[in-house]
T-cell receptor
Framework: RKEVEQDPGPFNVPEGATVAFNCTYS??????FFWYRQDCRKEPKLLMS???SGNEDGRFTAQLNRASQYISLLIRDSKLSDSATYLC???????????FGPGTRLSVLP | SAVISQKPSRDICQRGTSLTIQCQVD?????MFWYRQQPGQSLTLIAT?????????ESGFVIDKFPISRPNLTFSTLTVSNMSPEDSSIYLC??????????FGPGTRLTVT
């Protein structure tokens, strides 16, 4: 089993739709969680950190369920510019490296 | 946040040669990492660049093939040695502080002929 798994995708949604991505991780000692987005032929860019209490940034909401070892990202009112690959990232703790999920590709269609 | 630059941005190299990629961070960071990304795939960690000591390599990557330097908290290099076409990939460096988010450089696109 991979350390970090994500919805395989791709997701093709119309503009204005709400879309949710799921991510599961296998290491119960994981401490930090992030969502990154990566545009084609570009480097990954931090979208948001994921906190235990859940957090929201505009149209984006991230949630963490430690008991189920599950992270989610919700995008409301999708824009064409949201088209990208979304990477779930888990850090096992202080001084440890980050583990990237395989990514979920999103295409928002006009 | 940290701003990270890499050079070269791309290169085409002949098999058997070596290429050194430089990574510069605009502020001191405790952690720096080197990744490889094949087209359409996620990132694979090559190694953690440790300041003042030998890098920590992931399974499948060895120092002789990918020597790494990190002389200070803002700079690191990765050398891809004795290249073969299988080394063609995008190489990315990242930096950040322990347990916190990482920031990535724009990547180096390497083609080995």
């Amino acid at each position: 089993r991979k350390e970090v798994e994500q919805d395989p995708g791709p997701f093709n949604v119309p503009e204005g739709a709400t879309v949710a991505f799921n991510c599961t991780y296998s290491n119960s000692a994981s401490q930090s969680f992030f969502w990154y987005r990566q545009d084609c032929r570009k480097e990954p860019k931090l979208l948001m950190s994921v906190y235990s209490s859940g957090n929201e940034d505009g149209r984006f909401t991230a949630q963490l369920n430690r008991a189920s070892q599950y992270i989610s990202l919700l995008i409301r009112d999708s824009k064409l510019s949201d088209s990208a690959t979304y990477l779930c990232v888990v850090n096992h703790g202080y001084g440890q490296n980050f583990v990237f999920g395989p990514g979920t590709r999103l295409s928002v269609l006009p | 946040s940290a701003v990270i630059s890499q050079k070269p941005s791309r290169d085409i190299c002949q098999r058997g040669t070596s290429l050194t990629i430089q990574c510069q961070v605009d502020s001191q960071v405790t952690m720096m990492f080197w990744y490889r990304q094949q087209p359409g795939q996620s990132l694979t960690l090559i190694a953690t660049a440790n300041q003042g000591s030998e890098a920590t390599y992931e399974s499948g990557f060895v120092i002789d093939k990918f020597p790494i330097s990190r002389p200070n908290l803002t700079f690191s290099t990765l050398t891809v040695s004795n290249m073969s076409p299988e080394d063609s990939s995008i190489y990315l460096c990242s930096g950040g502080d322990r347990g916190l988010e990482q920031y990535f450089g724009p990547g180096t696109r390497l083609t080995v002929t």
